[in-house]
């Protein structure tokens, strides 16, 4: 009998690691099948997808880094969610923290400090700008009974207008303007505040900012899984009346939730501007807030889960723009594509789910 429920045990494991694997398989096959029905080549549309993926280090590097980002935003939707809260506006929280970088970079008296402190600072600055964005919804929960769902999605909103307004106007981040060609986006910040590089090959985009995530993500995990700070967050998410009784600060906690998921937002808004974007433009976030929230989703509340999602949508988002530019498939394509890879991950973790709760 114990060998039969081992076995049973074993089995459903097994189908909880085969389906997401099937299901993404699965939703590429039926991509394929609209590339074609589009009228691009197939064999062309993969070669460039592998190509922009994983075709030399350049493309290896730039697809981590980009992982980098879609994993900060992941693991602060995973700590606010742990307290039943779903932040939504990580494009806003990148979007403030690139500001914030970007004007702390480009000041004389941070570009020029010594031992690395040009490039820390930035990050600190966008970190901060970013969980001020986030305490703002917490406070406005608290306070007055906002939905953080909504909250959050408005300030995204907010935090991008705010972009725009500052690279329109030369009085805030605006380069000088020489002539009516001169665009809309802010000085190149100097070197010494651009992130340094990893392997020290030139060839290869992957900087420092994989190391902050990866000691992000444990601290996370030791954060959620082994403190008393997370086990009040999960006493909160779970009933939070029942925790305010037990003489837990709910509101306190709800705040600072909110507020660590916008400072990992910032963070990675900072980490973009210093490590591959390098100046402040309309539209510099592109998306990755959204992606991110996907990736929190998909993770089931696993920091393990959030670094392998955001890897897989890092090299995605890659070999999707490099179809795009090299086989001349449509980018709404590969958003839908995307999207289907989403819905069909999704609802195999649904799925498996029913499946083992049947038992």
Known sequence: MTALAASLSDRRRLVG???????????MAVGLLLIALSGKSVPDAIEAFLDGAFGNAFAIGASINRAVALALVGLGFILAFRANLTNVGG????AVGGIA???LGLWPAVAD??????????LLGGTLAGAAWGGIAGVMKVRFGTNEV?????????ALLMVYWCVQSTTLLRQPQTNSATLPESLPIPDSVKLPSLTGDPSSPLHIGVVICVVLALLTAIVLQRSTFGLKLRAIGLNELAARRAGMPGGVLLVVALALAGAFGGLAGAIMLQGEQYYLKAGFSSGYG???????????????????????????????ISMEIMAGVPAALTLVIQGLIVIAVAGSVILVEK?????
């Open 91 to 94: 494009e806003g929280q990148i």
């Open 17 to 27: 690691v085969a389906m997401p694997f099937f299901a993404v398989v699965g939703s």
């Open 355 to 359: 499946l083992q709760g049947g038992r």
């Open 101 to 103: 970088a970007t004007a």
């Open 113 to 122: 400090l010594p031992f690395g402190l040009a490039v820390i600072v930035p």
């Open 150 to 158: 909504i909250s959050t999605l408005l300030l995204g909103f907010v």
């Open 290 to 320: 959204f992606d991110g929230l996907v990736v929190g989703l998909l993770s089931r509340g696993s920091t393990v889960g959030v670094l392998a999602g955001a890897l897989f949508f890092g090299f995605l988002r890659s070999g999707g």
